[in-house]
T-cell receptor, first 115, second 115 residues
Framework: AQKVTQAQTEISVVEKEDVTLDCVYETRDTTYYLFWYKQPPSGELVFLIRRNSFDEQNEISGRYSWNFQKSTSSFNFTITASQVVDSAVYFC????????????FGTGTSLTVIP | DGGITQSPKYLFRKEGQNVTLSCEQNLNHDAMYWYRQDPGQGLRLIYY???????QKGDIAEGYSVSREKKESFPLTVTSAQKNPTAFYLC??????????????FGNGTRLTVT
């Protein structure tokens, strides 16, 4: 079974629109970490945020915000007032205490921001 | 600047030949990883290493081999036994072994094409 599901394969928005990227995870551990990465066309994955399972506080960083809800096993990512530079593939990832050194990645959501 | 260097960026090989992808990091990270990325499949773990002279198989290790003789270096060899080697390969590192909360830092990737 997929531990991290990103149901949205591709999303297109017009510049300045808000967009939310969904991430649903599955784990039986009580201690785990969730991550979001951005992969621009250059190929390198860039770390955006880490959240641990004990901290459900939402986080905002500039135009980016993250909504972590344990009740629905979701860790969604919202970009406000999108810009062309936001065009990239975004990956959600999970690491668990039980499996140690393993990171589980979703299949990614390709975001295109149209000028 | 600290980071991960992968070389070459593009690599072309004939079927039946072994090929080695380079990965060097100067972040002083203990753990290093190799991932394979195929369209629509996210990232899949090939091998990882938590300390020098030790490494573990990931989900898709068949047809690949690695070595970790130095902390800074984790080369990946794609052997002729790998049935479908054409892919984008990403090397990553994290600060300490089993570091669930330590985000992965990625290189720029190597795109391997085998014909």
């Amino acid at each position: 079974a997929q531990k991290v599901t990103q149901a949205q394969t591709e999303i297109s928005v017009v510049e300045k629109e808000d967009v939310t990227l969904d991430c649903v995870y599955e784990t039986r551990d009580t201690t785990y970490y969730l991550f979001w990465y951005k992969q621009p066309p250059s190929g390198e994955l860039v770390f955006l945020i880490r959240r641990n399972s004990f901290d459900e506080q939402n986080e905002i960083s500039g135009r980016y915000s993250w909504n972590f809800q344990k009740s629905t096993s979701s860790f969604n990512f919202t970009i406000t007032a999108s810009q062309v530079v936001d065009s990239a593939v975004y990956f959600c990832a999970l690491s668990e205490a039980f499996t140690g050194n393993q990171f589980y990645f979703g299949t990614g959501t390709s975001l295109t921001v149209i000028p | 600047d600290g980071g991960i260097t992968q070389s070459p960026k593009y690599l072309f090989r004939k079927e039946g030949q072994n090929v080695t992808l380079s990965c060097e990091q100067n972040l002083n990270h203990d753990a290093m990883y190799w991932y394979r990325q195929d369209p629509g499949q996210g990232l899949r773990l090939i091998y990882y290493s938590q300390i020098v002279n030790d490494f573990q198989k990931g989900d898709i290790a068949e047809g690949y081999s690695v070595s970790r003789e130095k902390k800074e270096s984790f080369p990946l060899t794609v052997t002729s036994a790998q049935k479908n080697p054409t892919a984008f390969y990403l090397c990553a590192s994290s600060m300490y072994p089993g570091g669930l909360d330590s985000p992965l830092h990625f290189g720029n990737g190597t795109r391997l094409t085998v014909t």
